[in-house]
């Protein structure tokens, strides 16, 4: 599952990476040594540990999400949940793993707010066989594809529920990837996908992808 996540965000953002990340999940116990209890209630994590090397990433997954197939994006309950957090994990991985390879520095929003559009971007378009695929015209697909975007927003950032409270560290960086990636992803519906325009919405992403923190706040505005 992970890996196949993996393959979807190099794809839709055309990044070549020589890692694979089932090679760095960690299980439980190790989580539980790296976060403690944190690790479990967060049921993601990826954790980032300076060693005499520069340091030592590993992400823990729970395992449920881990097992997860098929699209899950529009499911309730754990099929839902597992999605976002196996599409996080994969991300804060992958995006880091882009920038080291880049040697430019990432913060902890950046992070979040890129995960936060690789959940919206990747479920919107699970259903499609090529991320890139050309959409024309007015069918019943482009319609389908508008009303899950609007679906997945809602449920992805209207609906959002956060661990951490408002007015901590923590709670008020989650809060404001939201509110940046909801903004983003309502742009993008009425630029792009309203349009069927795949191809546009695909440059535009992978444009996004590799701005950086500051640059990615100006552009939402």
């Not at 804060?92 to 971007?121: C, G, M, N, P, T």
């Amino acid at each position: 599952m992970l890996t196949r996540i993996q393959h979807r965000l190099a794809t839709l953002y055309d990044v070549e990476l020589e890692v694979d990340v089932e090679d760095f999940v960690c299980d439980e116990e190790t989580a539980r040594s790296l976060g403690g209890d944190d690790a479990m209630r967060r049921g993601e994590v990826l954790f980032v540990v300076p060693d005499e090397s520069g340091a030592r990433v590993a992400l823990f997954v729970e395992p449920g999400a881990r097992a997860l197939a098929g699209d899950a994006w529009m499911a309730d309950g754990a099929r839902f949940r597992g999605a976002c957090l196996a599409t996080e994990g994969v991300s804060h991985f992958v995006y880091l793993a882009f920038r080291a390879d880049h040697e430019i520095a990432v913060s902890e929003l950046e992070l979040e707010l890129q995960a936060e559009i690789d959940k919206w971007a990747l479920g919107v378009l699970a259903p499609l066989e090529e991320l890139a695929h050309p959409m024309r015209g007015r069918g019943a697909a482009l319609i389908a594809l508008r009303d899950r975007s609007r679906r997945l927003r809602e449920r992805l950032f209207t609906g959002a529920r956060f661990l951490d409270p408002a007015g901590s560290e923590r709670g008020d960086r989650y809060r404001a990837a939201v509110r940046l990636a909801s903004r983003y992803a309502r742009e993008l519906e009425a630029a792009r996908i309203d349009r069927g325009d795949l191809d546009g919405l695909t440059r535009e992403l992978r444009r996004f992808y590799r701005l950086g923190a500051r640059e990615k706040i100006e552009r939402i505005g």
